[in-house]
């Protein structure tokens, strides 16, 4: 069969859209890595080349988020007129396989590592069943290396995104990850991990760890760290705050090529803490946590949702503050976006706060819910104050250039990012389109 992945494409001009560092999906790749040799395989994401609706697949191979998937399903339409099978799976379609079914011939719920095989058979013999779900989730040693192989040669700036976990111990009231993997927390074999680090085309080079939180089994990160020594890697992962509290693991993270970690602070007011159900995190100790980070040559890329129900309009210029205070290196500042599947999306919607169910709105720029602290419009403008103040040259200087951290070693990573982001939100900005009630 001629196989083709689709990743579908962000409206133009929008945030991710305009911003030049982009993506790979992981998930098509382990796709691909778990595909015989015999099938052709293509490849094509919106963001870097159009779809061609001639390419002639025998199946259509899609994968969206929440925000993606209304293109995704343009795109699956169009390639089935043309006699293409299409198959959706995702964390969108997992959440609605009712609504993913109206555009494709498959969906897929969940993981499908294990799964994957029999769909590509089905879909040899034209067999197809309209939904595939696993019987349990993915054993780990099954977790395939991916096949980077497909991604074309330019355009992705981390093309190296590796798993080394999946799922996630804590439950957040917004996460659609909990929902997902169920509260699992599973991890892949170290060797396997060391043995996809060693076969990655652009090494030695940058690495990101995708998972949602590298470190929640000590012993695990710990031997994978072992391993990583002498591969001379630059690398960044995803970790909750309480990691600055372990000083040793920080020092065996630096010492074998840590660069920068994304921890989810999300909210500088406890009482936002508290709703989310993010207990592990303690206001009283970001600050700390970042220094103490910082102190291992680390960088901090802090993500920090506004619109819960305790943030009023003054939380933009408290998190500004923040920032400058700690010289946080980057940041994601999103608006409060209630995912389908999340608990947030059932409490706003019981409370008739949801103010539209297109998909393509929520991409975390743009206000789809009624806030209860501030107005939808002070909420809108709120978003782009603090992302145009943060990601501005004054903010970039005062953050990455005071004297003390000057030498810092992840300033490789995120000079470049937060210079890349000034003109991006600036653009995005520009392009913007409000809802009417933000208006
Ligand atoms: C790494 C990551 C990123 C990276 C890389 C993004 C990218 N392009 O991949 C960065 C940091 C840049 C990022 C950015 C964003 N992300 Co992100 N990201 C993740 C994360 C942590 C892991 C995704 C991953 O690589 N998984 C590894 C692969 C192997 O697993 P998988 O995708 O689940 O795929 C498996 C199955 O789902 C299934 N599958 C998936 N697709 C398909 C398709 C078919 C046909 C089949 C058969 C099976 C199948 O098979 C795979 C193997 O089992 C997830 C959280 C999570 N744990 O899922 C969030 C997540 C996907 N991100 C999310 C969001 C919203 C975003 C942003 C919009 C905002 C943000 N958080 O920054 C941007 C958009 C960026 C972009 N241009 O795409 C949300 C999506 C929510 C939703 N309902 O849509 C998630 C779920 C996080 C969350 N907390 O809710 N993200
Ligand atoms: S927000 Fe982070 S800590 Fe909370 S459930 Fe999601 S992945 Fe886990």
Redesign the pocket.
């Given at each position: 069969m001629h196989i083709l992945f689709v990743v579908p494409g962000?409206p133009r001009d929008s945030f991710?859209d305009v911003l030049c560092f982009?993506?790979?999906?992981?998930?098509l790749a382990?796709?691909a890595g778990l595909t015989p040799r015999r099938h052709r395989l293509s490849y094509v994401d919106e963001?870097l080349a159009p779809v061609d609706f001639d390419l002639g697949p025998d199946l259509v191979?899609?994968?969206a988020?929440?925000?993606l998937a209304p293109r995704g399903y343009e795109i699956a339409d169009a390639f089935r007129a043309r006699g293409a099978k299409v198959?959706?799976?995702?964390?969108?379609a997992?959440?609605l396989p009712e609504e993913a079914g109206r555009h494709a011939d498959a969906v897929?719920v969940?993981?499908?590592?294990e799964i994957?095989p029999e769909?590509l058979a089905d879909a040899e013999r034209g067999r197809l069943k309209p939904l595939y779900r696993q019987a349990a989730y993915?054993r780990m040693d099954r977790v395939p290396a991916a096949d980077r192989g497909i991604y074309p040669r330019k355009g992705y700036f981390f093309e190296n995104?590796i798993?080394t976990t999946r799922g996630c111990p804590y439950r957040c009231e917004f996460?659609?990850?909990t929902a997902?993997f169920g509260g699992t927390y599973r991890c892949r074999p170290v060797e396997r991990i060391l043995e996809e680090v060693a076969a990655l085309r652009r090494a030695p080079g940058y690495v990101f760890f995708?998972d949602?939180n590298l470190i929640a089994r000590r012993d695990h990160v710990l031997r994978l760290l072992d391993g990583l020594r002498g591969h001379r890697l630059r690398w960044v992962c995803?970790a909750p705050v309480t990691l600055a509290k372990d000083d040793d693991l920080l020092r065996r993270m630096a010492e074998a090529g840590c660069h920068g970690v994304?921890i989810g602070f999300e909210s500088l007011r406890p009482e936002n803490i508290e709703v989310m159900g993010k207990r592990h995190n303690k206001v009283e100790f970001y600050e700390e946590a970042v220094h103490r980070i910082h102190d291992h040559g680390i960088g901090v890329h802090g993500s920090f949702v506004f619109g819960y129900d305790h943030d009023t309009p003054a939380v933009f210029d408290q998190f500004l503050d923040f920032a400058h205070r700690t010289a946080l290196d980057g940041a994601?500042l999103?608006v409060l976006t209630p995912?389908?599947?999340t608990r947030i999306h059932r409490r706003l919607k019981a409370e008739g706060r949801i103010l539209t169910e297109d998909w393509r709105r929520y991409?975390?720029a743009t206000v789809v819910y009624r806030p209860r602290g501030m107005s939808v419009a002070e909420l809108q403008e709120g978003f782009w104050k603090v992302n145009a103040g943060f990601y501005s040259l004054g903010s970039t200087l005062r953050r990455l250039f005071r004297p003390s951290g000057l030498r810092r070693r992840s300033h490789i990573i995120f000079m470049p990012m937060n210079f890349g982001h000034i003109p991006a939100v600036r653009k995005a900005r520009r392009a913007f389109t409000p809802t009417p009630e933000a208006a």
């Open positions: 962000w991710w982009k993506f790979p999906p992981l998930a382990t796709l963001s191979v899609i994968s988020m929440t925000p198959v959706i799976g995702g964390i969108h997992s959440n897929v969940g993981e499908a590592d994957w769909i993915t995104m798993q996460c659609t990850v997902f995708c949602d995803q994304f994601f999103p995912f389908p599947g991409d975390m």
